[in-house]
């Protein structure tokens, strides 16, 4: 593929969604540079509380320098406001930087966590800035390929064990149509009690159908 000048290819799979206590993220582990694979395990999952994490989508060096600041403002919350920051305000520090700046930056994100006001909660700023809360969030090039899988087989209150297969399916079917996605999975459980981190790998994915 020849690229015009000027212009990136970008590709991930991102993936958030609530379930009965809690909320899953996800993503895929493909990280590339044009047509060439420069990674194929890396982490797009970044934590930037305790309870609190992101799924970065769009160039690597801008969505982790954005995650880095936004660590860095909860930090100094915790501090001055004696308690932990809510997953609202985390949300609204990352809209805040990617809307500023968002001639100059190429970063789309998944907020994800729970706190003690509102529970488990999703977040979702698409490249540009804007900010909106939902039940589930996908989000990266491979996301165009499950829209309407995501719609027709997402359901409300879902358990955490049906909301891991729907989203190890959902990330899946993405890494097979999508050749910016790839290698394996990773998922990240958070409820009030903590973070519990999954890794599925690359030979233990589901298999679907491919002509």
Known sequence: MVLKE??????????????????????DSRSTIGSFIANRVTNKL??????????????????????DIVRY??????????EPPSVRTAAALFRELCYTNKDNLTAGFIVAGWD??????????PLGGSLHQQPFAIGGS??????????????????????????KNSISLAMSRDGSSGGCIRLAVITETGVEK????GNKLQVHWEG
Request: aromatic letters at 12%.
């Open 6 to 27: 000027g212009e990136v290819n970008l590709g991930t799979t991102t993936m958030a969604v609530t379930f009965k206590g809690g909320v899953i993220i996800g993503a």
């Open 46 to 67: 970044a934590e930037v509380h305790d309870l609190i994490y992101c799924c970065r989508s769009g160039s690597s060096a801008d969505t982790q320098a954005v995650s």
């Open 73 to 82: 403002y909860l930090q100094m919350y915790t501090v001055n406001e004696k």
């Open 116 to 125: 003690r006001h509102d529970k488990g909660t999703i977040w979702n700023v």
């Open 142 to 167: 491979g996301s165009t390929y499950i829209y309407g899988y995501c719609d027709a087989t997402f359901r409300e209150d879902m358990s955490k064990d049906e909301c891991m297969e729907f989203m």
């Open 198 to 201: 999954i890794f599925v790998p």
